[in-house]
């Protein structure tokens, strides 16, 4: 109770800010980056206002630049060394490119290693996200392929999460102290790993990764049930990414190339014969998409056995 009676709340902070504080966040919040500038100089030498202070919603300077998609603004306030904290995630959720990178490249300037980024820093009480939001991860939930081809090319990486049943200390001691975070920090991670930009980014062989996503997304509906159509939802999506794909056939050569597709064999030749590989790997993890039957049936060949396979999905689709 005392920790929390000495928080100091947004409403409280703007009560405490100087008539020269509150020009400084109106004139960010109306764009006017010449005011601005005087402000910041002047500030720099006489620290006549707090340039991290906040309006009541708790949004500093660099946030409202941010919502404002103000891109000057945001690199002039950077350059006065304002204090980012979470801007990087705030950039990244209203999928402000420019600021992203900028943000990105100021990151790399202030980071010490074996040190917290700035996003990581802020107390749980006052972050805007949970701990378990990476940039990565927020990109990946905005299916934003541009940010998220950014963050891959500046090594981001988004590693799978701990199995459900994981006895590691890690796991049992976040059970224990908070059972229902732990499970929503597993759904964020796979909402993440679910998102087909992600997947075309970072996968080898996005259609094998879809397919495997899709059962393991299965899987977890049965057992996570206060998250089961949360899980179910994005199971569909995976499905539907994958027939995206399939979409994008040109020809029956193209088709027959990414159903024979063996990753452990040599590379399918038109006239081998078909092992179908691909088609039957949908047939054991339960893809059941009509839509894909489709475009996999019309180019069957009952000669080849490509036909009993179809027949094989579309049991399948009526069970």
Excluded at 132 to 143: C, E, K, N, Q, V
Excluded at 167 to 181: A, K, N, Q, W, Y
Aim: with cysteine; proline share 4%.
């Amino acid at each position: 109770m005392m920790e929390e009676e000495n928080v100091i709340r947004p409403h409280q902070e703007m009560a405490q800010l100087s008539l020269e504080e509150k020009k400084f966040l109106l004139a960010v919040e109306r764009g006017d980056v010449a005011s601005t500038r005087r402000m910041l100089k002047k500030a720099e030498d006489t620290n006549y206002i707090n340039i991290n202070c906040v309006d009541p919603l708790g949004r500093s300077a660099l946030l409202m630049a941010i919502d404002n998609e103000n891109l000057e603004m945001v690199e002039l306030l950077i350059e006065h060394k304002v204090e980012t904290k979470d801007a990087l995630l705030h950039a990244i959720s209203e999928e402000f490119v420019e600021a992203v990178e900028v943000l990105l490249d100021h990151e790399e300037t202030i980071h010490k290693p074996g040190e917290l980024h700035s996003w990581e820093a802020l107390p749980a009480d006052t972050a805007t996200f949970t701990p378990d939001i990476t940039p990565l991860i927020l990109s990946a939930h905005r299916d934003n392929y541009e940010i998220i081809k950014i963050l891959l090319d500046r090594g981001a990486t988004l590693p799978m999460p701990h199995d459900v049943r994981c006895g590691c200390d890690e796991c049992v001691t976040s059970r224990m102290e908070d059972s229902l975070r732990h499970s929503r920090s597993r759904i964020n991670a796979y909402r993440a790993l679910a998102s087909p930009s992600l997947i075309a980014l970072s996968s080898k062989d996005p259609i094998l990764t879809a397919f495997e996503l899709s059962w393991e997304l299965r899987r977890l509906s049965f057992m996570e049930h206060e998250f089961k159509s949360e899980y179910q939802e994005l199971r569909k999506q995976c499905q539907d990414f994958a027939t995206a794909l399939l979409d994008h056939t040109r020809s029956s050569y193209e088709l027959e190339v990414l159903l024979n597709h063996d990753p452990t064999g040599p590379a399918f030749e038109h006239g081998d014969r078909m092992h179908l590989n691909r088609l039957k790997l949908a047939i054991k993890l339960r893809q059941k998409k009509p839509k894909a039957l489709q475009n996999i049936s019309c180019y069957s060949n009952p000669a080849t056995g490509t036909f009993s396979y179809a027949i094989a999905y579309i049991m399948l689709e009526n069970r």
